[in-house]
């Protein structure tokens, strides 16, 4: 007979083949899962957003201010960000100011064009970040600051 460490040690082992088995199971099924969240976005003014993003799972969303300057071909200031912490809070619309400011230090931004561009990284659990984004452009900035 079989004594019990034999009998623990063989149900462990089992144990363990079925959980490694259900996790590269797990992880193939991602593959075929392919998220498609989309977001809209209104610019009410320089100042004020209307957003309405949809996803599944955890979402991280930010507005960013990108521009083009001699030294680097992409800049990009974050004027708002949010997390969207389940897929029941994912649609929502919200009227805020920039939590963070859009400021020169100089004279290097006067005039210059910039875009509004929504990014968004769908977060699941397990598997592969996808992340996308939508681009407003047609913005610039006062030639003279008061």
């Known amino acids: 007979m079989h004594s019990f460490g034999y009998?623990?040690?063989?149900?462990?082992?089992?144990?363990?083949t079925i959980l490694a088995l259900m996790c590269v199971i797990a992880s193939l099924s991602d593959n075929l899962n392919i998220p498609s969240p989309s977001a809209e976005i209104q610019i009410m003014n320089i100042n004020w957003?209307?957003?309405?993003?949809?996803?599944?799972?955890e979402v991280f969303i930010f507005v960013a201010a990108e521009?083009?300057?001699?030294?680097?071909?992409?800049n990009q200031v974050s004027l708002w960000d949010a997390i969207i912490p389940a897929k029941e809070r994912a649609k929502f619309w919200i009227r805020s100011s920039n939590k963070y400011r859009f400021v020169d230090h100089g004279k290097n931004l006067r005039g210059k064009e910039?875009?509004?561009t929504l990014h968004w990284h769908v977060m699941p659990k397990t598997g592969k970040m996808f992340a996308d984004k939508i681009v407003m452009s047609g913005y610039s900035l006062p030639e003279e600051y008061i």
């Open 67 to 74: 521009y083009e300057t001699r030294k680097n071909s992409l």
């Open 114 to 116: 910039f875009n509004l």
């Open 49 to 57: 957003f209307q957003k309405q993003p949809k996803g599944s799972d």
């Open 7 to 16: 009998r623990l040690n063989g149900l462990l082992t089992f144990a363990v």
